[in-house]
């Protein structure tokens, strides 16, 4: 049995503005295994990039316990949800801007972070500006770019939602394949639910706002190799069906 | 892309654009020696009052006077430098209020609105002031300069700095960035074309901090060389002197112009 990653227990989020009082996140409860692929996938604006958030401890909960068994200080590499590379930076230095700033870079991790250009066909572009590279290839390098920190747990917030339908499908694949065989842990949040089942091992669904855990879906599609393979096998259907309902149903089930 | 690889239609554009910019020159030059005609030829059929009105060949007899008299030289040096050093000390006074200011979110919420209403007083009013505090000689002038280039540099440069994309600023807070690497990695990067655009400003700005301050205390510069010139009526004097503010002031913007092109980045 691997040992938990990550570990919420009974996480409550709240937040004040001048007129309102928000509860984004409801006690909330989830556990990641090492080497697992979880998605999270809940309706629009029903408190995913906050959980994210909270996992990167960019914000605070404001109750519960959020626990990662790595100690290392950079633990988790978060991708957002747009690519944010800056335009002033070629491919090359935005890659490294991770580094930079963790203060890690030196000739090991440079040439990590160079090989992974390498390694996934990015090579050539290394010194082009993120304006002169398509919409994929730009998610391509942001996630290198989370990647060259060498993070124990990846987190993606939607990260193929600014990319049209067909390029969506190929950069999934692309995405899947880095991850898999950089063996990294991750957590992926969608409110696709082809593109969740196309990637994960375990799926958490969520309720509408403030976001609690309706269900857990544990999928059995890792014989097939690709997000692809897996939208084209017979029981993709029946994983779509059954979360659909789950997402759709009313949230008083529980 | 390789040259050869243009189409004769695509050359045929290049072509009408390269034609359509030498025309534009072309016009420009006309127009300049169009206006110098008319007005050396009104003041020859006595239209206008030559001596009111001065004339090229008046300007230009005056020019290669002062010149031979070393006096040009001295002038336009003293305005220069002044301006100069309004202009770099007013900008990167400016540039550390504004970074003062982005740094820490309760000094700026302080002192933003004095900021505001500073940059709405017409400088020109503080010049008694600056006279009595400063002395008449140089400081003052170029206070003066600085005066009016800082506080728009400071208010342009905040704002530039306060509109950094929020969510890029997030992505830096994901890898644990500090303050100091937020600025020095996103902020300054992000606003080196509103750097440029600000020093644009700024060499107008310094020029008129530069020429009110002469006209106030100098005894020498070309602000000095123009109020001196209406005071004993010598006009073709004025005249010139405007003329080569005109020049120095469009060779400062455009050494400007030529840094902006260089570091121009592809957004
Ligand atoms: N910093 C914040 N301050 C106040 N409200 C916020 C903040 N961040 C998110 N929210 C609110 O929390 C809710 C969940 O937002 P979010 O986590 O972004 O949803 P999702 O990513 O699922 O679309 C929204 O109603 C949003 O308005
Ligand atoms: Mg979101």
């Known amino acids: ?254 | 892309m390789n040259f050869n690889e243009f189409s004769p239609m695509h050359l045929a554009y290049l072509k009408k654009q390269r034609t359509t910019k030498i025309v534009v020159h072309l016009l420009q030059v006309a127009f300049l020696l169009v206006f110098l005609g008319v007005w050396e030829l009104a003041t020859h059929l006595g239209w206008v009052d030559g001596f009111i009105f001065s004339s090229p060949s008046r300007v230009w007899k005056t020019l290669t006077d002062l010149f031979s008299q070393g006096d040009l030289i001295k002038h336009v040096w003293a305005s220069t430098w002044e301006t100069i050093l309004g202009f770099f000390i007013g900008t990167v006074l400016g540039m550390l209020i504004a970074i003062i200011l982005w740094w820490n979110d309760m000094v700026k919420r302080v002192f933003e609105p004095y900021l505001v209403v500073l940059n709405s007083l017409p400088k020109i009013a503080l010049g008694p002031l600056i006279i009595i505090w400063a002395g008449t000689g140089k400081a003052a002038i170029v206070t003066m300069a600085v005066l009016i280039s800082v506080v728009i540099t400071a208010l342009n440069m905040l704002v530039g700095f306060c509109q950094t994309e929020p969510s890029k600023i997030l992505l830096m807070r994901t890898f644990k960035a500090n303050k100091a690497q937020i600025f020095f990695k996103l902020v300054f990067p992000a606003n080196i074309p509103n750097l440029l655009a600000t020093l644009k400003i700024n060499v107008g700005m310094s020029w008129v901090g530069t020429i009110t301050g002469e006209y106030l205390v100098s005894k020498e510069g070309l602000g000095y060389l123009i109020v001196y010139g209406s005071q004993v009526f010598r006009l073709d004097l004025v005249m010139t002197c405007t003329i080569v503010l005109c020049l120095l002031a469009g060779l400062m913007y455009g050494s400007v112009a030529l840094l902006e092109k260089s570091v121009k980045f592809d957004q």
Not at chain 1, 128 to 153: K, W
């Open chain 1, 1 to 254: 049995m691997k040992n938990d990653i990550l570990k919420m227990q009974g996480v409550t989020k709240v937040f004040y503005t001048k007129t309102a009082q928000t509860v984004a996140v409801e006690n909330l409860s989830l556990a990641v295994k090492e080497g697992e692929f979880v998605a999270i996938i809940g309706p629009s604006g029903c408190g995913k990039t906050t959980l994210l958030s909270l996992i990167a401890k960019l914000i605070e909960p404001t109750t519960g316990s959020i626990l990662l068994s790595s100690n290392k200080k950079h633990a988790v590499g978060y991708m957002l949800q747009q690519d944010h590379l800056f335009p002033w930076r070629t491919v090359e230095k935005n890659v490294l801007l991770g580094l930079e700033v963790t203060k890690n870079l030196n000739y090991e991790t440079k040439k990590y972070a160079s090989d992974l250009l390498e390694k996934y066909g990015l090579g050539d572009f290394k010194k082009h500006l993120p304006s002169q590279i398509s919409g994929g290839m730009r998610q391509r390098v942001a996630l290198i770019r989370t990647l060259a920190t060498n993070p124990d747990l990846l987190l993606l917030d939607e990260p193929f939602s600014a990319l049209d339908f067909q390029t969506r499908l190929e950069v999934c694949d692309d995405v899947y394949s880095i991850i898999r065989r950089e063996n990294k842990t991750t957590v992926l949040v969608t409110h696709d639910i082809s593109e969740a089942i196309s990637v994960a091992d375990k799926i958490y669904v969520l309720s509408k706002r403030p976001a609690k855990v309706k269900k857990v879906f544990q999928c059995n599609l890792q014989e097939y190799t690709t997000p692809l393979k897996r939208r084209e096998s017979e029981e993709f259907g029946k994983y779509f069906e059954e979360i659909y309902k789950c997402l759709n149903g009313a949230d008083d089930e529980l």
